[in-house]
């Protein structure tokens, strides 16, 4: 038997040890570094998903999303500031999901609050790349919302107007699966909500969601609780914008115009009506309070300078019964100062009450200063 000895290399073999581990730590550490970056986007993503996202661009909804959802959805929730741009391009498709029977809830902003109103100066004091104003001066938001009113009048859109708090547009369709998908557009002003990012999602019926976060339910309970208790009708809004400084001037003024023309009818020119502006609350429920006192005395003493001067003289006390904040008197304002003039010895065929405000207010009365002028001419 033969014996081979052969003489081992340590120099040579520890380099190849050595360059070995150095390949296999850094592929290590580069591999951990990718591991935990993409394990962290992984679990960002899984997290977005339990939470009802599904993804996310700086898109609109596109042509496609709206038609099917238009098509296929049982009922759809709007909420924009005006909705001017989506409620006019989309008016076809949005007509046609109507007309099958879809419910559509459209919320927008009061075309007269204050809300649209700072907007537009927003928009107004910002230009594009281009140097334009993203909104002139006469370009109102308001006339864009009367504008959609009018347009949609013909059909079942329901449509419901908020005030205040800045609200971040979005679209919640339901499917006949119960299935719910949204469309949440990142919109901050200037930017309007096509320059934004939309945030999509969709909440299955049989999947289970964290309840506190899921931001589908959200968007549904905000809506919900708005279109109860945080928006005007239509009616509503139509009678706002009748109340308007300018359309109140104009009422002022042929209500005016009525008085003057019910003066020169009275034959009595010798006369004089004095009206004693009631001054609410009552003191316990009945007796006139320190003010509407001294104005029911300043009434006493002209009434007799007025008769010592041989005028036909009368007085006349407004006011309903009084029930702001809470509290409720037992007996109208009218009445109560009727009984203290009596009282103070004032006949009672010269004091004008209760009767002549039902007379010409009917069964409410008399309860603000527009309804006294105009019981009193």
């Known amino acids: 038997m033969a014996i081979f000895l052969g003489i ?3 120099s040579s073999a520890l380099t190849d040890i050595v360059s070995s581990l150095i390949v296999t730590l850094i592929t290590a550490v580069v591999g951990a570094i990718f591991i935990r970056r993409y394990l962290a986007q992984i679990t960002f993503s899984n997290k977005m998903k339990e939470n009802g996202f599904v993804n996310s661009s700086t898109n609109k909804q596109s042509q496609k999303e709206i038609k099917k959802m238009c098509k296929e959805a049982t009922e759809i929730k709007i909420i924009y500031v005006s909705g001017f741009h989506f409620l006019n391009i989309n008016e076809q498709h949005l007509r046609s999901a109507l007309d099958r029977g879809t419910s ?5 902003g009061h075309p007269d609050s204050i809300f649209l109103k700072d907007i537009e100066n927003m928009e107004y004091y910002q230009r594009d790349s281009q ?7 006469d370009k109102k938001i308001g006339d864009e919302v009367m504008a959609i009113m009018e347009k949609y009048r013909d059909t079942k859109l329901e449509i419901k107007f908020y005030s205040s708090e800045y609200r ?4 919640l369709a339901y499917y006949p699966d119960g299935s719910v998908k949204a469309w949440l557009t990142v919109t901050l002003p200037p930017y309007k909500s096509i320059k934004s990012f939309v945030l999509r999602g969709e909440k299955k019926d049989e999947q289970i969601y964290d309840d506190d976060i899921n931001f589908i ?7 919900d609780v708005i279109w109860e208790h945080g928006s005007k009708t239509v009616d509503e809004v139509l009678a706002d914008r009748e109340s308007t400084p300018e359309k109140l001037q104009a009422s002022w003024k042929d209500a005016y115009s009525t008085a003057k023309q019910n003066m020169s009818t009275r034959k009595d020119r010798k006369g004089a009506l004095i009206e004693v502006a009631a001054q609410h609350p009552l003191v316990d429920g009945e007796l006139p309070n320190e003010e509407f006192e001294k104005r029911l005395l300043k009434a006493i003493d002209l009434y007799k300078q007025l008769s010592a001067e041989g005028k036909t003289v009368k007085i006349y006390v407004p006011g309903s019964i009084h029930k702001d904040k809470g509290v409720i008197d037992n007996i109208s304002l009218s009445e109560a100062g009727k009984r203290f003039l009596i009282k103070q010895g004032i006949s009672k065929k010269d004091i004008l009450a209760d009767e002549m405000n039902k007379k010409y207010k009917g069964k409410e009365g008399v309860y603000n200063s ?3 002028c105009y019981v009193a001419s």
Do not use: A, Q, S, V
């Open 370 to 372: 527009t309804d006294e």
């Open 217 to 223: 339910d959200m968007m549904e309970t905000n809506f």
């Open 131 to 137: 140097g334009k104003r993203l909104r002139e001066k």
């Open 104 to 108: 559509i809830k459209f919320l927008c």
């Open 8 to 10: 081992i290399d340590w």
């Open 168 to 171: 971040l547009p979005y679209i």
